[in-house]
């Protein structure tokens, strides 16, 4: 136990949990970056609906979107800090986690803001399929994205995350990872992304996938058609060409989408306190 409101203490435990030595790539990091963009980006600018607040993966309406496969894994690496810092919120701590997993993997630091609530408002409940589908194009991208409210740059900007992690093939049917060494945040899948060359392959399952061999490498690398449609589409390029060349601006950029990712559908005043949403119904407020 803590005393409530000491995120330090919550940070500390996150970053002691992330080594991981039997899971994936050792490091529990770039799942738990995952779960924080998905509590946040089922966001929809329009109804006001969706977001992190209300940590609504909990639950079987959103939790079992076959969107969020695989996630139950981040939760389940969380829970021992719920379970010591109980006054924390599950909304406040997945994008904590990820906001902590990438500044420990040498990404850059992400303002984060406390304050979110545990209270399901059914009214904000975001229906299913509201998260990227990897297997489509830029005009899908543009839909997803344009709907929370990001431009072309915020889109390239953020999609430089998947420098971290995998794609299982039990969790989305994609597999295999996009760089050598996915647990170390860097601008490497943009580099890759222009310098390698992609080949199309489809896997067992039948999913269709972008693949490179190098004979040097452990195993083969891999893109989504929805990574390569950055590189092919005249408004996504030049950014691609931008965080490639350099990757000060690229942390910079990132640290600044990725704050704001995980604030849709929160309001706040200018203490920080939020104000869209019912005080009276569960949450801790510092
Ligand atoms: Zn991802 N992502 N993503 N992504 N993602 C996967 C894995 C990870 C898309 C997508 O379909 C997939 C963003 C955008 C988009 C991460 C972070 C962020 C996987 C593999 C897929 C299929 C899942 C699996 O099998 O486990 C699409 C289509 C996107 C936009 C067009 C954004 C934005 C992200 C954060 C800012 C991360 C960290 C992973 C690795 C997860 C892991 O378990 O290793």
Request: proline share 5%; hydrophobic share 35%.
């Amino acid at each position: 136990m803590s005393n409530p409101g000491d995120y330090d203490a919550v940070r500390k435990d996150i970053a002691s949990l992330l080594k991981q030595p039997e899971y994936d790539d050792g490091s529990a990091g770039p799942v738990l970056v995952r779960l924080a963009w998905h509590s946040s980006g089922t966001y929809d600018a329009e109804t006001d609906t969706g977001g992190s607040n209300g940590a609504g993966m909990r639950y079987e309406a959103e939790g079992g979107d076959p969107a969020n496969a695989g996630l139950q894994h981040a939760r389940v690496f969380l829970e021992p800090v719920k379970s010591k810092h109980t006054w924390v919120t599950y909304s406040d701590l997945w994008t904590l986690g990820g906001v902590e997993a990438i500044k420990q993997m040498g990404g850059p630091e992400i303002e984060w803001k406390a304050g979110r609530t545990d209270f399901v408002d059914d009214s904000k409940l975001p229906p299913r399929g509201r998260l990227p589908d990897g297997a489509q194009g830029a005009d899908h991208i543009r839909f997803i994205f344009y709907r929370m409210g990001f431009s072309d740059q915020e889109i390239v900007a953020l999609s430089g995350a998947h420098n971290l992690g995998r794609c299982h093939s039990d969790r989305s049917g994609f597999h295999g990872a996009w760089v050598n060494n996915p647990t170390r945040f860097s601008n490497t899948y943009f580099r890759l992304m222009m310098s390698l060359n992609w080949k199309e392959k489809t896997l067992d399952n039948g999913v269709r996938q972008f693949v490179h061999y190098d004979e040097d490498a452990d195993e083969e690398l891999m893109m989504l058609p929805t990574d390569l449609a950055l590189l092919s589409d005249p408004s996504f390029k030049p950014w691609v060409e931008l965080y490639a060349k350099d990757r000060d601006r690229f942390f910079e950029d990132f640290a600044k989408v990725f704050a704001k990712l995980i604030e849709l559908g929160i309001e706040r005043d200018e203490k920080g306190g939020i104000t869209n949403i019912d005080n009276e119904k569960g949450g801790y407020h510092s």
